[in-house]
């Protein structure tokens, strides 16, 4: 019998559980590879040959480079190991967060401002669905 | 007998640490949340603790997907802080306490608990924030600090009733300890808070607010809440909050708030924080 996975119907939510780690293996280990300094030199020198070191698939490798990190979690990335990537970029880990969401990064900003994103109907599993 | 007389929770959020490292603690948008911690700066230079039991989890950095331990007790002497992708946080080496450890690791292993033993470990933001919002920017930390590492980056992370009752192990642990030792247990992470996806930014105060209620006068009940609940109200990384309740096990059931703290936003995290004594 199949593990039941209601966490998977949370709305604009992945859950890195087991299956998605191991779909996301070397996506994730090369993210952990660029915790050290020489190694992000190199990928920042030449993304795709860096990445071709990885026996990650294509779709992982495009999704690196496209920063597209709502595509790299649904090829089992997880968000603290996609950090790696962005904190390379020098990039903090809001504006990250804004590129998943459609907006822009001062909309994201200001709504964070405002008491962040209210959760209601259209973004919670309810109880009775 | 070394015995637990407080404990502390707080949100963990890396931009604190770098709001702290950067000297941008009294602009507009961190002075509400620094003016939070306040309290717990003074109260702890009088607490003194001569040991804190750290339980935090580790952000994929010692730990990646080749090693994951559901609960994991560090013996060493000392930790580094890690380079998690911008360079180690400016903050002094944490000292561990390796025989209180060990002991700790003993009790707890032989009372069901499997921790695994840890001695090489890189701390990252989840543990050296915490340090920074109670101690300040100390040359050294003044107290030894025994990290307790929880995996809640790869699910399932265990049940809050699990953490609840490993806290309840903890504090027996440190019971038979023999040297008179005072012990503080803090518990970090959360608040509500989601990292990713087109969900990212979630917060919710009325969940956040309950928790808050309910860590301290509910905690039984609160041990049963499920996961999914923690996920789909509080944010993919709200669950961290079920560390919250390896703190609240190791305490008496009875206790004074001698702060209680909420604040929104510190990047893209809700802040709740507890200073509590047993009574």
Known sequence: MAIDKPYKNVPGTTIFDADMARLGFHLNQFCMSLMKAPNREKFKQNEKAYLDEWPMSEAQKEAVMARDYNQMMSHGGNIYFLAKIFSSDGISFQAAASTMTGMTQEEYAQMMLSGGRVPDSSNTLQKDS | ?279
């Open chain 2, 1 to 279: 007998m070394a015995k637990i007389k407080a404990g502390v929770a707080t949100s963990h959020v890396p931009a604190i640490g770098a709001a702290i490292d950067n000297g941008l603690t009294q602009n507009d948008y961190w002075k509400p949340l620094f003016d939070g911690y306040e309290y717990a700066k003074e109260w702890i230079k009088i607490q003194k603790p001569d040991v804190v039991l750290l339980v935090y989890n580790d952000h994929a950095t010692a730990f990646d997907s080749n090693l994951v331990p559901t609960f994991a007790i560090a013996t060493g002497e000392e930790f580094k802080p890690a380079d998690e992708g911008w360079g180690p946080r400016p903050v002094p080496n944490v000292q561990g306490h390796p025989e209180f450890a060990s002991h700790i690791a003993q009790s707890v292993i032989q009372d069901d608990f499997d921790l695994t033993v840890v001695n090489t470990l890189d701390v990252d933001h989840g543990l050296t924030v915490p340090l920074s919002l109670m101690f300040g920017q100390p040359e050294n930390w003044p107290c030894k600090v025994i990290p307790i590492a929880v995996n809640v980056v790869l699910y399932p992370t265990p049940s809050g009733q699990r953490c609840y009752n490993l806290g309840k192990a903890l504090r027996k642990a440190v019971e038979s300890f023999d040297e008179n030792l005072n012990v503080q247990i803090w518990g970090t992470g959360g608040m509500s808070h989601q990292l990713q996806g087109p969900r990212a930014g979630l917060i919710n105060k009325e969940f956040d607010n309950a928790f808050l209620d309910d860590i301290v006068n509910d905690p039984e009940n609160l041990a049963l809440k499920p996961h999914l609940d923690y996920i789909n109200l509080a944010g993919s990384e709200g669950i961290e909050l079920i560390m919250w309740l390896i703190m609240r096990g190791a305490l008496n059931d009875n206790v004074d708030v001698k702060q209680r703290f909420y604040h929104v936003p510190a990047s893209n995290t809700a802040v709740g924080h507890l200073v509590l004594e047993n009574k």
